[in-house]
């Protein structure tokens, strides 16, 4: 799985069903990742979040930036997809 696929499908999110087939891709995407050798600046691959810890802390920052996607263009069309968009940003947001 690359992460572009994992991306594009959060714009497909639209009801439970899609939402937990993009949250299996997202998975996928980082476990094409585990093991593999941390940068320089600590990303392993497009992951800068390797741990749950950040990751959450990521999300929730994402979340209180954005006002749950609010402020960014475009903005999610339905709670699904702000929730994917929720998971995304807990990849690499910083």
């Known amino acids: ?6 991306s ?13 087939q993009f949250v299996h891709a ?4 980082r476990e094409a ?3 593999t050798a941390t940068s320089v600046d600590g990303f392993q691959g497009p ?4 741990s749950i810890a950040s990751f959450l802390e990521a999300a ?3 979340a209180e ?7 960014i263009d475009p903005q999610p ?5 702000a929730f994917a968009m929720f998971l995304w940003a807990g990849r690499s947001y910083e």
Do not use: H, K, P, Y
């Open 1 to 6: 799985m690359a992460s572009n696929d994992a």
């Open 8 to 20: 594009a499908m959060i714009e497909q999110v639209t009801d439970r069903e899609s939402f937990l």
């Open 26 to 29: 997202l998975a996928a995407d």
């Open 33 to 35: 990742f585990e093991g």
């Open 47 to 50: 992951w800068a979040n390797t």
């Open 60 to 62: 929730a920052a994402w």
């Open 65 to 71: 930036d954005s006002a749950f996607g609010a402020r």
């Open 77 to 81: 069309l339905n709670e699904w997809q």
